[in-house]
Structure formats: C-alpha cells, structure tokens
C-alpha cells in the first residue's frame, strides 16, 4: 500500500510540476561560475551523508569565499553541524513537515546553484525549483529531470558512490583533491563518550565496537556470529565490547550479549547520534554490517572491518582509508543476477560468512592494534 500510494504521489508530482515549468524553466548552467551561495542536498541515512562527505568538502574548498548550505536529514543534523565546511544547516524533517518551512529559507538564501547529492523523490527537486535556486544539478535517473539545468548519469556498475556525488560537483566546478570520508568531533562529545565508557564499562582492555544493526535484513550478518567474534576477543585480547544498537535493535543486542562474558555494554538508542560518534572514536576497532555505522567509523579514521552483503565494497566499500578492510564473498557463493536485495529470501551472501574466517582476519589485520602495546590508541586519526 506504501509503494502504491508513492507511486501516486509521485506521479501527481510529476504532473504538476509539468503544468507549472513554463512559469520559470530550468537556467542553463554555465561552462564557469564563480558561484556565491550554494545549496546541497543530502536529506537521507546516515550512510549517505558520510559518503557525500567528499563532495561537500570538495566545494568549500574550491569556492572558499561561497556560502554554502547543506539540506541534510534531521536524524544527522548534530553531526552535520559540526562539520567546518558547512555555513548553513537546512534540516528536513520529512516530506510534509519539511515543505514549507525549507521553502521559506531556500526563498530567503537566494541561491545560485543546488546538487542533489542524495535526495528523496518526490519532494526534493521541486523544492528546490519552488524555492527559486538558480541552476540545479542531479542524477538523471529522476521523473523531474525537466526541472533540472544538468543531469549526470546515474552511478554505474562498478563506480564507487563517492566518485558518483564527485562528478555531480564537478558538474558546477568543484575540483576534488581527495576521496575520503570526514566526520569532525568537538572535545565535549569525546569528553562525555569517556565518562560514559568509565560508567558502564571499565577496564583497561581494547575498546571494539560491535555494530549488528543494518537498514534491512539482507545486510545483517547472524548477531550471534557478532557475538561469537567477540567473545573471541574477549579471550584473546581481554576486549571491551561495545555493542551499538538503536531503540528498535534490542533482539539483536541480547542475541549478541549471550555468547559475551560480562564485559560489553549496549547502547540500545540511549546515546545520540553524536554520541556513538564519540564512542567509536575511541575504539581500537570497529567491526559491523554494511550500515550508517560503519560508514561513520571510516569517517572517524578508526580501523574498520565491514561485513559485506549484496552491496560490495566497489560501490560502498572504504576508500583513502588507512586501517580497513571488508569481507565480501557474493561472487563466489551466489551467481543470482540482478540481485534480489531486500526481497531475497536466502542471503547467502552474508550467512555463508563464517566467524572464524572473521576472527583470522581481525587477528592478521588487527593484532597489532588490539595487543596491550598496540599502536592506534583511542581518539587517533579523527577528521
């Protein structure tokens, strides 16, 4: 019923929208712009806008003296507002909640130039237009791409996501000098995140974060695989396990915990979103499914182990990363093409992933970090 009434919705949008492009059709966009004040839009998860990092970064630099504001989803909004690139934080609230009031403020901006680095249809480009942004540029694959003054083909096979949302800024000038991801964190937030790990789990053993959850089923690997790891590590390296989980992942947290010894602490949405950024930046290590979280350690600069499901590391996998690996086994365990994704009935993608393959590659990869000597203490390598 969500589908079809998306799909109605989309389709009355598309309409009007079409009825009402005469009143003020698309600027062409200019080979050259020194552009003043600029717009980017990244209203959806986690992941995504850890992933459009590159290309916000990629045009403050390239447009120093530009003001530029970013749309970013509220659920994100304590992270992006740290960020040092960023003059402007629009926060979208959801599709109604957010129409009117982004409306009133991109009118207010008068802005020059907008990218749709990752943005929801049917709302975004037309907000956008309605809100009198000068040139806009997004993926072609949208049913407004009428609206816009330049469409970029949409990612291809093998293209990573990052290079993707690049080329989009590309498109109105930007000259990317690096591909990594960036989160930034203030001293208060790694300040509260230490007084939480003394409050719930102390010791002097090696902090791993343990990251279970994932937007869907096809890209969460058995939590008591998760768990198992852990315990692995608790034996071998006496570490501290820190189990982060949202207010709707307590099955998986408990899942986890029982293959645990007593030391690990699950957050189970009790710490915000800034908040978990803070406690991974002080881990040795980072092993989780292919989520917003471990997007957000890459971001962090921490070491990182990500299980890999349907979505390979070519498309969503780390880049410029220092200490990262992924496990990604689907071409030799499943020759299903296209892939079913969410509708799979069998990942075997993920469920053929044995833990103690896992826990050989953290110990060849991560022993060193993890052994009471280790090098990469916590808090090292932030953005």
Known sequence: MSQAWNRLVLAATVGLCRTLRPLRSPRPLPDSADWRRIVLVQNTGLGDALLSSPAIRAVRLSFPEAHLAVIGHQRQAGLLALSPHIDQLMIYR??????????????AGRFEVGVVLHGNDPETIPLLWAGRVGCLVADAKTRLAFLLSRTLPSIQPGQHMVDHRLDLVRAIGARPRDRRLEQTLDQESLDLARKQLDDHLPGEGPLVALAPGGSAAFKRWPAERFGRVGRFLQDRYGARILILTGPG????????????KPAHWASQGRVDLVGVAGLLALSRLCLSNDSGLFHLALALGRPTLGIMGAEGPSSYGPVEAERA???????????????????????????????????????????????????????????
């Open 325 to 383: 690996e992924t496990v990604f086994i689907r071409p030799r365990v499943c020759a299903r093409e296209p892939c079913l994704r969410k509708n799979c009935p069998d990942p075997v993608c993920l469920t053929a992933i044995d833990e103690t393959a896992v826990q050989e590659l953290i110990e060849a990869r991560f022993g060193d970090l993890l052994a009471p000597s280790g090098p990469g203490g916590p808090g090292k390598g932030l953005a």
């Open 94 to 107: 959801g599709k109604a909640k957010s129409f009117r009031p982004l409306l009133r403020e991109l009118r």
């Open 249 to 260: 992942e307590t099955g998986l947290a408990e899942t986890l915990a029982r293959e645990l």
